[in-house]
Each structure stands twice: as structure tokens, then as C-alpha cells.
């Protein structure tokens, strides 16, 4: 009997024009019928450290005062074998659409397809969620649910039973995939940091037994990375 997973997705500078030249998008996954045994964990790790049950977990609330709570939760990942994480760390500074007859979006969502693709086991099922970023998230989300459908052959919704929009602040796997996917973006980006940050990279490192800047085996099961670089990547599709 197929398993029903649930895949939560994020994604960090991934405008053509933002300024930045790498951008980043995760997801974090687990069966359906532990999600919420896993919710629950991340919220008494938020009770124990006393912070509100509402607090929201991001890479951008990383600080001294805090870095207890977000160790916890980084060994908490690595010590569940029910949660596993995919990144997809890209380099858009080779970026060329118009040589590709592609407009940004269709290339986000190819992006998208593929950081997905590995976790998409066609024996099972899967809801996918995404954290909803602005005004176009809907549109994001139809067309994504079309791509994902399409690329697997899921014309009776079989794999993918919905792709669905959420607020991070509802969902604490989600937050878990803001803090992942930030963690590695920002090491890869070399810019100054604070050293609360510097220690929970560092764990990152230990834990998973990686350096953040190159990919993994593609079926690694645990914490897995891709890099795509413009140039290489476009040459080869």
C-alpha cells in the first residue's frame, strides 16, 4: 500500500533581479501520519526555551539569545529518521534566458521540478505544501501542481493528491525548511555573519557530515544538496 508523504517547500532570492547572484529552494519531508507527532516535538522545544507557542522559526531570527533553541532543533532533525531534507543551491549569475527561449518563470519552475524530483517516489503519494510569499502564490502554486502532474504522468492524481499553499507561521516543518534552506544559502554566499549563525552552520556541518557547498549523492536520504550552476546546468538539459 502506498505511503502519503508531506513535502514543505521554501525557497530564499529566487527573483531574477534581487541582487543576489545564488538562490536556494528546499524542502523538508516526512510521512503524513508523523507530521503531527513532529509538529508537536518542535512546539515543546519552543516551551522549554520559553518562547511563545506562536514563535516563528526562521534563519533570520538566528541570535546569541536564541542559539540554544535552534541547536536543539537542528539536532532534533538529525536524530528523527522520519524528516529529511533536499536543497538546491543555484547560480544565476550565468543566467540567459532569452538563448534558452524561456522567460524566468518557466526556468523557476523547471528549478522547482527538479530540486523535487528525487522526492517524488511515484510508488507513493504526496501533498506538497508552500509557504505563501506574495500576491502571485496561487498562480505559483496552479502552475507548479501542472509541472509536478505532468512530469510524472499524474493525470488521475495518483502521486501528487494536492500542492497546496500554507502560512509558515501555521506550520513547524515548514519553519524547519526556512531554517535548513537559510543556513546553507547564507554559507554559500560568503557574507559577514553573526557567530550564533557561524555555530549553527557549524552543527549543520557536524551533523550531517557535509561541508554545505558541494552536492551529495542524488539518493542520499538524509540531507541531500545540488548545486546547478547556469552555464553547466543549461548546457546539459
Known amino acids: 500500500m502506498a505511503d502519503l508523504y508531506n513535502v514543505y517547500c521554501d525557497e530564499s532570492c529566487h527573483l531574477e533581479r534581487d541582487q543576489s547572484p545564488l538562490m536556494m529552494l528546499g524542502a ?4 503524513a501520519d508523523t507530521s ?34 535552534y541547536l ?15 536543497g538546491y543551491l543555484i547560480e544565476k549569475s550565468g543566467l540567459d534566458h ?7 518563470d518557466d526556468w523557476y519552475y523547471k528549478m522547482c521540478f527538479r530540486m523535487l524530483e ?43 493528491s494536492r500542492v497546496q499553499q500554507i502560512r509558515s507561521h501555521e506550520s513547524e516543518i515548514m519553519q524547519i525548511t526556512d531554517l ?13 555573519t553573526s557567530e550564533a549563525k557561524r555555530t549553527l552552520i557549524g552543527r549543520i556541518q557536524h551533523r550531517s557530515g557535509k561541508d554545505l557547498t558541494r552536492r551529495t ?13 547556469a552555464t553547466a546546468g543549461e548546457q546539459n538539459e
Open 28 to 31: 523538508v519531508w516526512c510521512r
Open 36 to 69: 503531527r507527532q513532529i509538529s508537536d516535538r518542535l512546539r515543546e522545544f519552543k516551551k522549554k526555551h520559553c518562547l511563545a507557542s506562536d514563535f516563528e522559526v526562521k534563519w533570520t531570527k538566528v541570535s546569541r539569545g536564541k542559539i540554544e533553541f
Open 72 to 86: 536543539d532543533l537542528v539536532d532534533y532533525f538529525f536524530d528523527d529518521d522520519d524528516l529529511h531534507f533536499r
Open 98 to 104: 532569452a538563448s534558452r527561449r524561456q522567460t524566468h
Open 118 to 160: 528525487p522526492v517524488i517516489d511515484p510508488r507513493h503519494r504526496f501533498c506538497v505544501y508552500l509557504d505563501i510569499k506574495d500576491t502571485r502564490s496561487e498562480l505559483k502554486r496552479q502552475r507548479l501542481e501542472y509541472e509536478l502532474r505532468n512530469k510524472v504522468h499524474d493525470h488521475t492524481d495518483c502521486v501528487i
Open 180 to 192: 535548513l534552506i537559510g543556513a546553507v544559502l547564507h554559507h554559500n554566499r560568503q557574507v559577514g
Open 217 to 229: 549523492w542524488l539518493l542520499e536520504p538524509k540531507f541531500n544538496l545540488f548545486r546547478w550552476q
